[in-house]
């Protein structure tokens, strides 16, 4: 990755200075202590102390480092329980296996054996990382010669076990749905599992198949209501079969999702099948620098998150977030519009797998909810 270092001017008229910045063992492993104390107590609220911050690490630089060298875990989960509706939480846990040993080499690296300026230590912990187009590897969106064997292994029948585990999942969240009178008319497998397009980044598309009108004439409503338990259901439910993803989704017979292959789970048979698709000739260069940007993006969002919020500045949170609404909104548009175009394998439905695939979308998807808790809190 290219690097470009970004200094404040507080932190330039610290390099001016070049201030000497020896620290010994006992004061780094107190100043350590006092941060996971802080961030273990209030995950959102706490902040980084004096003595990183003149040393150029952010929160969210720091919690990287911690969590890079084993220090802490992190865990992420949706609290349903809100009466503000769903809530992303995280938490943090103090992994305490060799954690003298830990900071000790933290030490060692950051500041033992020289007198680190003030210019290394920034140089080091503020530059920003950027992805080049060159970067990004297309190589799992060509066609395989064969379904996935382990959903398929004879090329033509789901496994029967596969099949029967898929539908009590199906079973399970049209319990949740609380529908009683409206039955689903199908549940099909769709996406790139039940294509030649399979590869390790593939999910389990599961669609429940419910016609809107049977639910209620205000289909819009439908829409919200079925899209709000689904997100709960997938942020909650991490089922995974053979190492993929189960993602439910509610699909109103009127307006089926594009899909190269569909499979029901009901009738054990093919409602579309595959076809074998030729080697894919991409626009690649394209494909490359638009997913680069994006990524790149989202990463100074998620940077300029951590800087507004340390800085308390509700105005630019604020616009932070019509800007990252605007591109959640382009990316899911980008995306529509390439597979109503071309299919699975338009350059638009590409460039989103590649977001999707780097993390980047969870990362934009996260930040969504971190701004609206910020936006909403009082401080």
């Given at each position: 990755?290219?690097?470009?270092?970004i200094?404040?001017?507080?932190?330039?008229?610290?390099?001016?200075?070049?201030?000497s910045?020896?620290?010994?063992?006992?004061?780094?492993?107190?100043?350590?202590?006092?941060?996971l104390?802080?961030?273990?107590?209030?995950?959102?609220?706490?902040?980084?102390?004096?003595?990183?911050?003149s040393?150029?690490?952010?929160?969210?630089?720091?919690?990287?480092?911690?969590?890079?060298?084993?220090?802490?875990?992190?865990?992420?989960?949706?609290?349903?329980?809100?009466?503000d509706?769903?809530?992303l939480?995280?938490?943090?846990?103090?992994?305490?296996?060799?954690?003298?040993?830990?900071?000790?080499?933290?030490?060692?690296?950051?500041?033992?054996?020289?007198?680190?300026?003030?210019?290394?230590?920034?140089?080091?912990?503020?530059y920003?990382?950027t992805?080049d187009?060159?970067?990004?590897?297309l190589?799992?969106?060509?066609?395989?010669?064969?379904?996935?064997p382990?959903?398929?292994?004879?090329?033509?029948?789901?496994?029967?076990?596969?099949r029967?585990?898929?539908?009590?999942v199906?079973?399970?969240?049209?319990?949740?749905?609380?529908l009683?009178?409206?039955?689903?008319?199908?549940?099909?497998?769709?996406?790139?599992?039940?294509?030649?397009?399979?590869s390790?980044?593939?999910?389990?598309?599961?669609?429940?198949?419910?016609?809107?009108?049977?639910?209620d004439?205000?289909?819009?409503?439908?829409?919200?209501?079925?899209?709000?338990?689904?997100?709960?259901?997938?942020?909650?439910?991490?089922?995974?079969?053979?190492g993929?993803?189960?993602?439910l989704?509610?699909?109103?017979?009127?307006?089926p999702?594009?899909?190269?292959?569909?499979?029901?789970?009901?009738?054990?048979?093919?409602i579309?099948?595959?076809t074998?698709?030729?080697?894919?000739?991409?626009?690649?260069?394209?494909?490359?620098?638009?997913?680069a940007?994006?990524?790149?993006?989202?990463d100074k969002?998620?940077?300029?998150?951590?800087?507004?919020?340390?800085?308390e500045?509700?105005?630019?949170?604020?616009h932070l977030?019509?800007?990252?609404?605007?591109?959640?909104?382009?990316?899911?548009?980008?995306?529509?519009?390439?597979?109503?175009?071309?299919?699975?394998?338009?350059?638009?439905?590409i460039?989103?797998?590649?977001?999707?695939?780097?993390?980047?979308?969870?990362?934009?998807?996260?930040?969504?909810?971190?701004?609206?808790?910020?936006?909403?809190?009082?401080?």
């Open positions: 990755m290219a690097k470009k270092v200094i404040s001017e507080k932190q330039l008229n610290m390099i001016l200075k070049e201030e910045n020896e620290v010994t063992f006992y004061e780094f492993k107190n100043e350590i202590q006092t941060f104390r802080s961030l273990l107590d209030h995950p959102v609220k706490s902040n980084i102390g004096e003595f990183w911050k040393r150029g690490f952010s929160k969210n630089k720091m919690i990287e480092y911690l969590l890079k060298v084993g220090v802490l875990d992190k865990d992420e989960k949706v609290n349903t329980d809100n009466i509706g769903p809530q939480e995280i938490t943090y846990k103090l992994l305490n296996n060799n954690f003298e040993r830990k900071i000790k080499r933290m030490f060692i690296k950051l500041f033992e054996g020289e007198t680190r300026s003030a210019t290394k230590l920034l140089v080091e912990n503020n920003e990382e992805v187009a060159s970067q990004i590897n190589n799992s969106f060509q066609p395989k010669s064969e379904l996935n382990r959903f398929f292994p004879d090329g033509e029948k789901l496994l029967k076990r596969t029967l585990r898929l539908l009590e199906a079973d399970d969240f049209t319990d949740e749905l609380n009683p009178f409206a039955n689903p008319k199908d549940i099909h497998i769709v996406g790139s599992i039940v294509g030649y397009n399979w390790k980044y593939s999910d389990v598309d599961l669609h429940i198949i419910y016609d809107f009108n049977d639910i004439k205000r289909t819009n409503f439908v829409r919200e209501y079925v899209d709000s338990k689904k997100t709960i259901w997938n942020e909650t439910k991490k089922i995974r079969i053979y993929y993803d189960v993602e989704y509610v699909e109103d017979i009127s307006n999702a594009e899909s190269n292959g569909r499979y029901s789970l009901e009738s054990n048979t093919w579309q099948q595959p074998k698709p030729e080697p894919i000739t991409y626009q690649k260069a394209l494909i490359k620098t638009k997913s940007k994006f990524i790149n993006i989202i969002y998620c940077e300029e998150f951590e800087q507004f919020k340390s800085e500045n509700d105005e630019k949170m604020l977030t019509q800007k990252c609404n605007k591109l959640w909104t382009k990316i899911k548009g980008m995306r529509k519009e390439g597979i109503k175009r071309g299919g699975e394998n338009d350059s638009m439905n460039i989103f797998k590649v977001i999707r695939r780097t993390d980047r979308l969870k990362k934009l998807y996260d930040l969504r909810n971190y701004l609206y808790v910020y936006n909403r809190s009082i401080r």
